[in-house]
């Protein structure tokens, strides 16, 4: 397997910063991942990372270690009954990729999650999620390579710990497994989730008559289109920041002197608070300061104009955590992984 030199990133994260890593390899199978793991050049080094599409990624310095790009590739019914189909994808695979196949043949269940960047495998680490759906609602299981013990595991439902924007990959078991496939249980017959405003709206607009798991994605696509910046033509990583959870009593406060706030309850004691609504609150909505940008549209989304340093965004970033604390003493926490 071949192991390259000095390689710049750039073309490997939709940020778009520009760092080195020391050592760079792309795998397309499992033996070639066990051949580099046992390879002498291997083991001398100090640190490691997985990569995918490099959409949820900020590389603030160079990488002194090696970067494995991921391109297993391969997605298959594995079994299915009179109400499910099981489908495996390997983890390179195109996250969108997968759900234009599942919309090509009627598997219902990740419509909603239509056209968010990045790879299969990378899925899981977050538990991805947008207008109303989670991974978690659909996960079955997904195998992992664990490369201390040398070993693939299987991981099901119940063993990944998902919640927002969160798993065990990325807590307990952090850099310790390489996801190399997900099985998702979908439905052959759709349970249609339209309950996120937006999608009611668009469906309206586009003068749909009968509800498809296609017209859901392709409502989706829509609203994603009109806020959310292309990475293809401005850097950027998405939502930077996670929504916060606060107590009741936290949300009642800012209420009292902002009746306009965005909240919305996740249990009897807690609210979730648009981390967008704070953001523009403190004024940074379109600030730009060189390249390095708080998006005009969608000011949880940070962006990079052209040749932005990832310390430049993440400094961006410390500010905005700062006055936001200072305004409404609420902590943003990062949503995007800080290399
Ligand atoms: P990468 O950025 O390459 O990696 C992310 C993390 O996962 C890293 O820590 C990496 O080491 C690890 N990783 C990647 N692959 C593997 C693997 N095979 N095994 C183990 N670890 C691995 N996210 C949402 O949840 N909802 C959204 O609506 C959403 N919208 C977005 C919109 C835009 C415009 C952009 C740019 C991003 C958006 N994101 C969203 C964030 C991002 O697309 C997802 O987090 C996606 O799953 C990242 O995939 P990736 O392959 O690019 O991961
Ligand atoms: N808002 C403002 N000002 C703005 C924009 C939005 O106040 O300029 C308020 C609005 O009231 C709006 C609310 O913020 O109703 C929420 O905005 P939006 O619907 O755009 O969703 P979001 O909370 O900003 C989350 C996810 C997205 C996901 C969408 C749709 C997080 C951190 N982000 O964004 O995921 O696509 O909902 O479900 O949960 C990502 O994770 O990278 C990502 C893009």
Redesign the pocket.
Known sequence: MEIQKNISLKPY??FNIDVIAKQFALFQSLNELEELFSDSRFTVHDSQ?????????LFTKNFDGIVLK?ELKGIEVIKEDTEHVYVKAA?GEL?HHLVLYCIEHNYAGIEN?SL????V???P??????YGVELKDVFYELE?YHWQDKTVQTFKLNDCAFGY?ESI??NKFK?Q????NITLKLNKHPKFNTQYGAIEKELEAMSVKELSIKNISQAVINI?SSK????KLIG????FFKNPVVSKFRKHTIWEYHKDLVSYPVDAMNYKLAAAWLIEKCGWKGYRKGDAGCNPLQPL?LVNYGNASGEEIYELSEQIIQSVKKEFGVVLER?V?II
């Open positions: 994260n939709t990372l997985i990569l995918g599409g490099g959409s949820n990624i991921n983890a996250w999650l968010i960047p990045g790879c495998g990378a899925a680490i977050q538990n991805i999620g947008a992992a924007r990959f990325k850099n497994f390489i996801i190399l994603r959310l910046p292309d990475p950027n990583a998405g939502s989304v949503e992984n």
